[in-house]
């Protein structure tokens, strides 16, 4: 096994834990732990390989993905029992975990696949965003990317990093290694330090507020 297959892994389980803790929040059965597991966990990349054409999709190729969520989604459970319920930081910073692992996977399978590098970066960021988002809907929550710190954007830093990288044929272990941690960086500065975009508020104009008063 390789250290980047031992590494995509890792982001499955990541991703897991962090779709286990959102459905415990919400209170749902065992069953709907494991879905909310598992969409969480392989969403994005199902998403990102069906758009680049890449088929089988991942875990069809390789049910150990569908196995490692699952067996992260029991753990979870069982280590919540057995201690004590994990908090919402505990949930963000298994999240910001995931996202820097399949951020980076995403661009780098794009790249395989010779997608240009505005591709290679939504597809980084969609294959660590999407998963998320899916899970977050499912369960009546307004997705992190769209509300709350900065999220989005360390996907964005984190692939352009790699595609530098990349292209400065540096070795790909280094690659890897540094992209991962620019968006786990900037994903974990955002949550410490509540740091976001600026917001856009649409203001109507007094004009229109005179028009409705007469």
Known sequence: MSWLYAFDLFGVAVFAISGALMAGRKSMDLFGVLVIALIT???GGTLRDTILDNHP??????????????????GTIVWVRLTRPISELGLLVADAFGLAIFTVIGTQVALAQSAPVSAAV???VMTGVAGGVIRDIICNEIPLIFHREIYATACIAGSLVYIALYRLDTPRDLDVAISV???????LAAIHWHLRLPQFHLLE???GDNERDQ
């Open 57 to 74: 999709v991942v875990w069809i190729r390789d049910d150990l993905y569908i196995l490692v969520a699952v067996l992260a989604a029991l």
């Open 122 to 124: 939504i597809m980084g």
């Open 181 to 187: 941690a620019t968006v786990l960086a900037i994903r």
């Open 205 to 207: 104009s007094k004009t």
């Open 41 to 43: 966990s392989l969403g």
